[in-house]
């Protein structure tokens, strides 16, 4: 990813006015959590209304935008920088976070016994460090708070050319009693639509986390409104996240520390997800920290890896995971040596029809002896008029003598499907396709052609391949398959130009194929015969 600094914008009086409101998305109710002494009760925090010292702080990064509200130190607002490869100077703008007209935030704080009120998502912080801009390879923003008896300071740090926020949670005891904290990572969100998707296929928006006891799990707002949650609830494993089409908010708390996730609904239309950490006991004058990584940004696989197990399968590739994963690797080694989704996918296309040649060379050969034997099928069916079992049974001799395979016209196709239904995927799911370009008019090969250009060649290509093949003896499989090209290619009209890219090249290479076995064939028969 490059990058690009637009004019830091100024937050405005309703940004302002929007994060002075009453915090709904506190992380209670909560159920107890066990502490490293005994058990111990995470209670609610009461919402509070803003006090004097709350503001808006922008803080801006080669990919980032961010909004910060004092209030609990929170990232209320994320804007992406996104940009491609082959065209860095071309910044694409995404807004991910943001609390305004819709409510999507990350938050964090300390929660503890009955009574205790200790810093969280509705304490007003104080920066204390001086940087809002990144001028060097990393940058660290730092909020500070206390109250009853802690003292928490959190320090994000920001990498250049990464999307990845290392986030630490530092808590002191300034009292002269032992403290109980926990530490809670909260993602909250409400439930409008997020873009993606296509006419046929919605992409997953909703929450999702991992542990090593469930793995994968992904966590739909209709579960959570009907209370039909099955998550491991206390591990020192895993991560939490919301995710959508091709992008992800992720907290990954420190690894093979205790924490409880919980997944709850907040308000009417508000919904979060936790992950709560209990720190121990805390002397007088002792600190504590934890360490938390926070993802805000595209699902880029190879990146989300690194971070933690399993981070990388918020790629919703759906069942069609085991093959997907191998085909979008493949892909990315030959985009490596190509530079272009669109020629990549044209390489791919022709790799799989040379892995897939005998079979379809089979099948060429089976339609050719088929065409050759048209006239005698003809004469069958001029013999036995209307007896159709005789005109079967005729019919099956004759494909048994002349080694025909009767749906072998069909294998070719069939072939195809699943390789079709995987690159759907993996074009629909796959970030690194988002705002891929091609050729001319090809400017995004994760959405439909613009022109409709790339549906009507696969049209025609479909209907020159069916005229190569024989005639099939049923009328009404005749009609079909005359029906067939026109159905596909309405079809193709609303798929991504990279998926129709595909179905074309392939047309094209097998018309290629199919005359070629057709003239071989025509020249050994002739040979036979001199």
Known sequence: MSYRNPPLPQPTEQ?????????????TPIPSASGTNGTQQLTPMADSAATAGQEIINVRTDLFNLSFDTKGAQIV?????????????????????????NTYTVQSGLIGDAGKNYPNQNTIFRMVSNETEMSGDTLAVVFEAESDGLKLTRTYTFHRGSFKID????????????????????????????????????????????????RFEKISFSDIDKNNLSHASHTNDGWISFIQHFFVTAWVP??????????????????AISAIEPLGTIQPEATVSSNSVLWVGPQAQEQLSE???????????????????????????????????GWTIVVLTIIIKIILYPLSA?????????????????????????????????????????????????????????????????????????????????????????????????????FLQFKLNPTPPDPMQARIMMIMPLVFGAMMFMFPAGLVLYWVVNNILSIMQQQYITRRLARASNDSKM
Not at 93 to 101: D, H, Q, Y
Not at 309 to 334: E, N, Q, R, S
Not at 443 to 448: E, F, K, S
């Open 307 to 341: 971070i933690s197990t399993g981070l990388d399968l918020v790629v919703d590739y759906g069942w069609l995971t085991i093959i997907a994963k191998p085909m979008f690797k493949f892909m990315t080694w030959l985009y490596s040596f190509i530079g272009n989704w």
């Open 254 to 271: 420190e690894e093979g520390k205790e924490r409880h996730y919980n997944i709850r609904k907040i308000a009417s239309n508000l919904y």
């Open 77 to 101: 607002g994320a804007e992406l920088y996104l940009s491609r490869p082959e065209d860095p100077d071309a910044v694409h703008n995404f807004v991910l976070l943001e609390n305004g007209e």
């Open 167 to 214: 986030v630490n949670d530092s808590v002191s005891n300034i009292s002269a009693e032992p403290q109980t904290p926990s530490l809670y990572l909260q993602i909250t969100r409400d439930n409008h639509d997020a873009p993606g998707g296509t006419y046929f296929y919605k992409t997953f928006s909703g929450f999702a986390m991992y542990t090593d006891q469930n």
């Open 362 to 462: 089979a099948s060429y050969r089976s339609m050719a002896r088929m065409k050759n034997v048209g006239p005698r099928m003809q004469a069958i069916k001029e013999q036995y008029g209307d007896d159709r079992q005789k005109v079967n049974q005729a019919m099956m001799e004759l494909y048994r003598t002349e080694k025909i395979n009767p749906l072998g016209g069909c294998l070719p196709i069939l072939l195809q499907i699943p390789i079709f239904l995987t690159l759907y995927r993996v074009i629909l799911a796959s970030v690194e396709l988002r705002g891929a370009p091609w050729i001319l008019w090809i400017q995004d090969l994760a959405v439909a052609d613009p022109y409709f250009i790339l549906p009507a060649i696969m049209t025609a290509t479909m």
């Open 15 to 27: 940004q302002l006015q929007d994060a002075r409101q009453p915090d709904l998305a506190t992380p």
